[in-house]
Structure formats: C-alpha cells, structure tokens
C-alpha cells in the first residue's frame, strides 16, 4: 500500500531507506506562490531516531505493515522474551533488542503492547504503572513514614528503584514505567 | 448521525463578519469600489505552482461538457476591469485552490485582493499596514528585503551563495529528495520551512524578491543595483498574510511571463490550460499604472482569534462542507 504526499498522517506508519518509521507530526506547507511540500516529523521504529524530512507533492511512500496488539508477557527462556495474544493463544518471541528498557518492567502474566512489522516484534511498551515485589533492599525503618531519604531497592524483575526508608523485602511496589520511579505500596 | 456541526463556533463568526465590515468600510472611506469578478472561467491562472479545480459546463444535461475553472484569485478579471476605467477597486469573496489542505490552508478561502492606482509597492504597503491594524493589535510593521531577511535569519548571503549551498543549508534542518536545478525551489523551501517559523513573533513586509520570483509584479533597481521583483509579502505571527506587487503593465512583457509559464507547466509535465489573453489584451489597450495586493481574510481573522488552524474560523472547512 502506497501512500501520496497528502494522504500523510499522524500516526501513518510507512517505510523509509528499509526500516518502518511513524509520523508523528504532518504539516502542509504552501508558500503563495512557491511548490507544495508536507512537512513531517518521524520516528523510526527499530532505532527510536526522530528527524524532519519534507515530501514533494508528488512524491509518494510505501506503507509499513506495523501494528500494535495488547499480549500476555509469558517468560524469557534466557535469550528470548515471549509473548501470547490472549484470545487466539498466538504466540511471539521478541529478543533483547525489541524489548529494550521493557525488559526492567516485565512480569509474567501481565499485559503489555506489542509492536509487530510484518508481524515480528520490534517494540514491547509496558503499561504505565505496573506493580514488582522488592526482592532485596536494606531492612526498613519503623516509623519512618513520613520522613524524607531513600534507599536502593531491587525488583522481581532485576529493576532497581530508589525507595522510602520504609520499604522492605516482599513489599509490592507501584512503579511509572515512563520515569522509572516509585509511586506508592501497592 | 453524521457530524453537522460548524468547525467554527458562533463567537467567531461575529469576530469574521466584523472584520468583513472593518474592510468594507476602509475601502468605503478610501473611495475605492466595491467589486465581484466570476468565480467561474474559462481560463486558468498560469502559475505552475497553483492548480485551479477544474468543473464540468454543459449546455444541457445530457452534452459534452466544458472544462471550466474555478478562479484562484480575482486578479485577472480585476486587471481587466482596471483597463476598463474602473479606477482603484478592492474584491472580498471565495478563491479556490486545490490540492490546498492544512493547518492554514482550505481549497476554497476567502481573499481580499485590491487596487490602487498611482501606489506603487511602497506606498501600498503603508495602505495594507493600515488596513491590517484596523483588526490587528500590532504596532508598525518593519520592512526587509528578501536578501536581508536570509541574512538576518540564516546567516546565508544570497548573492554569494550557490543553489548547492542553499541545498546544504536547507539539509542541515530537513531532510529532502530534491535535484538541485531549481535555485527558487529552495528560495521558497528555506522561506518556508526555516524562516517563516522564526517570524512566529513579529510582523514584517519582505520586499524586493528575486527578480525569478516576480509574478505579475513589474521589476525594479533593487538598493545595490541588483534587479529585483517590485513584489512584498507581508508576514504576521509566522504566517504568509498578504503579497502584492507593482502591476506588470508591458502587455508584451505579460504574454512572454504567460508563455514561460506554460512552458514551465510543460517541462514539469503539469496540466496545459487556456491562458487568459483577455489580460495580455486589456494590458496592450493600457492598464493604469497600479499597485495590488491579494490578502488571506481567513488568516487575518485567525490572527485576530489566536486561532491554530483555519477550521476555527470558517463555518465549515473542505470536508465538513
């Protein structure tokens, strides 16, 4: 599927020098008297690069099979992380590279989106907040609630976060994935 | 249910029929006359860069059609009428342009293009700044020429810079497949990608363009010497509002721009259509020594609002329409 200059959108997924690429800002741009250009701002999906490129009126672009379906992270047999479409029970290997920074956030069992180009896996995005059990951290200071200080503690997943002085082993924890930070005891 | 609703909110409206009564009556105060060229021709604007839409005449349901086009602005049957002693006259209404869809762009807008006799590009420039601080709250509006905007903004120097330069200039923000042939194709890619966006707070009239550049605009001694277009365009908030010129009146020198136009259209493999030689002749009977300038009504009521995209000042935009 091709695209024109003027079908371009947001969110428009195409192909660019072999790699999908997102389009995350379009704009039309027509001086007067001057030729007509779309303006877009894109993000490759295998490197995250986010650039400017400006497509000629008549210049067209290959549309990029991408995806996003919402799938059950299973487990990680050492090398491959692996995921299941919870209706159909399909399932999808990604490795390290695809899953990136993911990795630090994924449980098993949970739900996360998967990215798929030509139905492989290229992107895991993990919810906003998920919820990790400490699994090593210094033990805790009793009625220390409401003081300020942190700690070092260590996930179930191999994350480690900065806690209260509060916290301690076997705590589960509320995480925001997009900060890495702790919001609260879950 | 389908979406029937405005684009624009009714507020607004009141904000755009006053600036329609702002206008009219600076042009009633001025003594200029009020004017209502067709909208629909048999002939189509030149410019190989604007695209007329194209509609189906027929004499009867059932015959051949007739192409005719919808007018990209009134400009030529203006001319014409100026030939015919009209005296100065100013336009308000509907232009079409296709393909044209954006942020700032509908196919089908509202312009505002007007005539006086005896102004040149100076003078009328001091008319559109009074003209546009009636709806506008902005103070003077400075002036740049074309050279020393690029100065000013990127540092580049256009006299001494190659179109290979320019290219480079350009890469170095956006990325483009583009041969390098055409020095105004990266005139107007580094005015409108790189220096428009930097003009976001300011008002300011560029004047003398390249002499490449000049339209329907006569051409002129720029300040060093250099030939220039006696063209402008007034820029406010980072957006182009108006361009005008001091009229092209050499009829001869017209029917050459016409035909280099088309040839230009050809080598570009653009549709060919009818040129109007009704202005060649109105020029050749003896147009009146004139300056005009055409300005985005829409625009200047987003200006007006703050308003981001067009859609919240018409009542309804190209695909709600």
């Given at each position: 599927m091709g695209y024109s200059a003027n079908q371009l959108k947001n969110g428009l997924k195409v192909m660019l020098e072999g790699d999908p690429c997102a389009m995350q800002d379009v704009e039309f741009v027509k001086p007067g008297k001057g030729q007509a250009f779309t303006r877009v701002k894109m993000r490759?999906?295998?490197?995250?690069r986010v650039w400017e490129r400006t497509f000629k009126s008549n210049e067209s672009v290959e549309g990029a099979d991408v995806m996003d379906r919402d799938m059950e992270y299973l487990y990680n047999d050492g090398e491959l992380y692996h995921f299941m479409v919870?209706?159909?029970f399909e399932q999808y290997a990604a490795d390290e590279t695809a899953v990136g920074d993911a990795a630090k956030w994924l449980k098993e069992n949970d739900t996360c989106m998967v990215t798929l180009w030509n139905d492989n896996p290229i992107a895991i995005t993990t919810a906003n907040f998920v919820e990790l059990e400490v699994v090593e951290t210094d033990p805790g200071l009793k009625g220390d609630t409401a003081q300020g200080g942190s700690k070092p503690a260590k996930l179930s997943t191999g994350a480690s976060v900065r806690v209260p002085l509060f916290i301690e082993q076997g705590d589960i924890l509320k995480i925001d994935t997009r900060t890495g930070d702790y919001v609260s005891r879950a | 249910m389908p979406d029937w609703k405005p684009t624009t909110c009714i507020k607004s409206l009141h904000k755009r029929a006053a600036v329609f009564a702002s206008i009219r009556q600076y042009f009633s105060e001025q003594e200029v006359l009020e004017v209502d060229t067709a909208v629909l021709s048999q002939c189509a604007v030149s410019d190989p860069f604007i695209d007329s839409l194209e509609v189906s005449f027929r004499g009867y349901p059932e015959a051949e059609a007739e192409t005719c086009y919808l007018q990209t602005s009134p400009e030529y049957a203006m001319k014409r009428l100026l030939a015919a002693g009209s005296g100065s006259i100013y336009q308000l209404g509907k232009v079409f342009r296709n393909g044209e869809e954006g942020r700032f762009h509908n196919p089908e807008f509202t312009m505002l293009e007007w005539y006086r006799l005896g102004l040149d590009d100076n003078a009328l420039m001091d008319d559109v700044e009074r003209l546009v601080q009636l709806v506008l709250d902005i103070g003077p509006i400075r002036r740049c020429t074309y050279n020393d905007i690029f100065k000013e903004k990127?540092?580049?120097?256009l006299q001494k810079s190659s179109t290979a330069q320019l290219a480079e200039a350009m890469h170095k923000h956006v990325e483009i497949d583009m041969s390098l042939d055409d020095r105004d194709a990266w005139l107007n890619l580094l005015m409108s990608h790189l220096i428009e966006p930097m003009l976001k707070d300011e008002s300011v009239f560029i004047t003398d363009y390249p002499a490449s550049q000049s339209a329907l605009a006569r051409i002129k001694e720029g300040e060093d010497g250099e030939l220039v277009a006696a063209r402008f365009e007034l820029f406010v908030g980072g957006m182009e509002l108006a361009n005008g010129y001091h009229e092209l009146t050499d009829s001869q020198e017209q029917q050459r721009r016409l035909s280099a136009d088309q040839q230009t259209r050809k080598l570009l493999k653009l549709p060919q259509r009818p040129l109007e030689q009704r202005l060649v002749a109105a020029l050749a009977s003896g147009l009146p020594d004139c300056a005009g300038v055409a300005l985005g009504v829409d625009r200047l009521v987003m200006l007006a609002l703050n308003a981001s995209h067009i859609e919240e000042v018409i009542p309804f935009t190209f695909r709600n329409a």
């Amino acid at each position: 599927m091709g695209y024109s200059a003027n079908q371009l959108k947001n969110g428009l997924k195409v192909m660019l020098e072999g790699d999908p690429c997102a389009m995350q800002d379009v704009e039309f741009v027509k001086p007067g008297k001057g030729q007509a250009f779309t303006r877009v701002k894109m993000r490759n999906l295998l490197t995250g690069r986010v650039w400017e490129r400006t497509f000629k009126s008549n210049e067209s672009v290959e549309g990029a099979d991408v995806m996003d379906r919402d799938m059950e992270y299973l487990y990680n047999d050492g090398e491959l992380y692996h995921f299941m479409v919870p209706v159909t029970f399909e399932q999808y290997a990604a490795d390290e590279t695809a899953v990136g920074d993911a990795a630090k956030w994924l449980k098993e069992n949970d739900t996360c989106m998967v990215t798929l180009w030509n139905d492989n896996p290229i992107a895991i995005t993990t919810a906003n907040f998920v919820e990790l059990e400490v699994v090593e951290t210094d033990p805790g200071l009793k009625g220390d609630t409401a003081q300020g200080g942190s700690k070092p503690a260590k996930l179930s997943t191999g994350a480690s976060v900065r806690v209260p002085l509060f916290i301690e082993q076997g705590d589960i924890l509320k995480i925001d994935t997009r900060t890495g930070d702790y919001v609260s005891r879950a | 249910m389908p979406d029937w609703k405005p684009t624009t909110c009714i507020k607004s409206l009141h904000k755009r029929a006053a600036v329609f009564a702002s206008i009219r009556q600076y042009f009633s105060e001025q003594e200029v006359l009020e004017v209502d060229t067709a909208v629909l021709s048999q002939c189509a604007v030149s410019d190989p860069f604007i695209d007329s839409l194209e509609v189906s005449f027929r004499g009867y349901p059932e015959a051949e059609a007739e192409t005719c086009y919808l007018q990209t602005s009134p400009e030529y049957a203006m001319k014409r009428l100026l030939a015919a002693g009209s005296g100065s006259i100013y336009q308000l209404g509907k232009v079409f342009r296709n393909g044209e869809e954006g942020r700032f762009h509908n196919p089908e807008f509202t312009m505002l293009e007007w005539y006086r006799l005896g102004l040149d590009d100076n003078a009328l420039m001091d008319d559109v700044e009074r003209l546009v601080q009636l709806v506008l709250d902005i103070g003077p509006i400075r002036r740049c020429t074309y050279n020393d905007i690029f100065k000013e903004k990127l540092g580049l120097d256009l006299q001494k810079s190659s179109t290979a330069q320019l290219a480079e200039a350009m890469h170095k923000h956006v990325e483009i497949d583009m041969s390098l042939d055409d020095r105004d194709a990266w005139l107007n890619l580094l005015m409108s990608h790189l220096i428009e966006p930097m003009l976001k707070d300011e008002s300011v009239f560029i004047t003398d363009y390249p002499a490449s550049q000049s339209a329907l605009a006569r051409i002129k001694e720029g300040e060093d010497g250099e030939l220039v277009a006696a063209r402008f365009e007034l820029f406010v908030g980072g957006m182009e509002l108006a361009n005008g010129y001091h009229e092209l009146t050499d009829s001869q020198e017209q029917q050459r721009r016409l035909s280099a136009d088309q040839q230009t259209r050809k080598l570009l493999k653009l549709p060919q259509r009818p040129l109007e030689q009704r202005l060649v002749a109105a020029l050749a009977s003896g147009l009146p020594d004139c300056a005009g300038v055409a300005l985005g009504v829409d625009r200047l009521v987003m200006l007006a609002l703050n308003a981001s995209h067009i859609e919240e000042v018409i009542p309804f935009t190209f695909r709600n329409a």
